[in-house]
């Protein structure tokens, strides 16, 4: 932790089709290599592609996977007199959006389906009906916390 200042939060600009920041940052973390409209490629054909497979508008899913993906709570490690104790914790709300993006972002990558679009598609529609790896992810998390929670009175 730095002894300095904290870091200031920068805002990001919404997105064009949508003027949701939430896409925005989703676009961001899918980029590689600076490559912006790549990214936005992908992002809005797998849009494009949910609507085709399932009939439901793609932002609708994409807002119902992220909110199926965000963790209530999770477990952070504390060392207290010479032990080390996994803790669970609430999450805080920008803490969740993040975790949400970062864990949708690379299990889509893991997935084993040709070409990024279709990866997202299929995660988005996955996680959308509370399946799919990234839920896996969330599900492991509360276990976790849940193992832990004998500790929980050493959260301060």
Same mark, same amino acid.
Do not use: C
């Given at each position: /932790?730095?002894?300095?200042?904290?870091?200031?939060?920068? &805002?990001?600009?919404?997105?064009?089709?949508?003027? &949701?920041?939430?896409?925005?940052?989703? @676009?961001?973390?899918? /980029?590689? &290599?600076?490559?912006?409209?790549?990214?936005?490629?992908?992002?809005?054909?797998? !849009?494009?592609? @949910?609507?085709?497979? #399932?009939?439901?508008?793609?932002?609708?899913?994409? #807002?119902?996977?992220?909110?199926?993906?965000?963790?209530?709570?999770?477990?952070?490690?504390?060392? @207290?007199?010479?032990? #080390?104790?996994?803790?669970?914790?609430?999450?805080?709300? &920008?803490?969740?959006?993040?975790?949400?993006?970062?864990?949708?972002?690379?299990?889509?990558?893991?997935?084993?389906?040709?070409? !990024?679009?279709?990866?997202?598609?299929?995660?988005?529609?996955?996680?959308?009906?509370?399946?799919?790896?990234?839920?896996?992810?969330?599900?492991?998390?509360?276990?976790?916390?849940?193992?832990?929670?004998?500790?929980?009175?050493?959260?301060?």
């Amino acid at each position: /932790m730095s002894r300095r200042r904290a870091a200031v939060k920068r &805002d990001v600009l919404p997105d064009s089709r949508y003027g &949701d920041k939430l896409v925005t940052k989703f @676009i961001n973390s899918i /980029m590689l &290599d600076g490559k912006k409209s790549l990214a936005e490629t992908i992002f809005y054909g797998a !849009m494009d592609l @949910i609507k085709e497979k #399932t009939g439901q508008d793609g932002y609708e899913v994409f #807002t119902t996977a992220i909110a199926n993906i965000k963790p209530q709570v999770e477990v952070r490690s504390r060392r @207290i007199g010479g032990a #080390t104790y996994q803790v669970p914790v609430e999450v805080r709300t &920008d803490r969740q959006q993040t975790l949400a993006l970062r864990w949708l972002t690379a299990y889509t990558r893991a997935r084993k389906e040709y070409g !990024m679009i279709e990866k997202l598609a299929a995660e988005l529609i996955a996680a959308a009906n509370n399946e799919g790896a990234t839920i896996k992810k969330k599900e492991d998390t509360y276990r976790m916390a849940e193992a832990n929670r004998a500790f929980a009175h050493y959260k301060w």
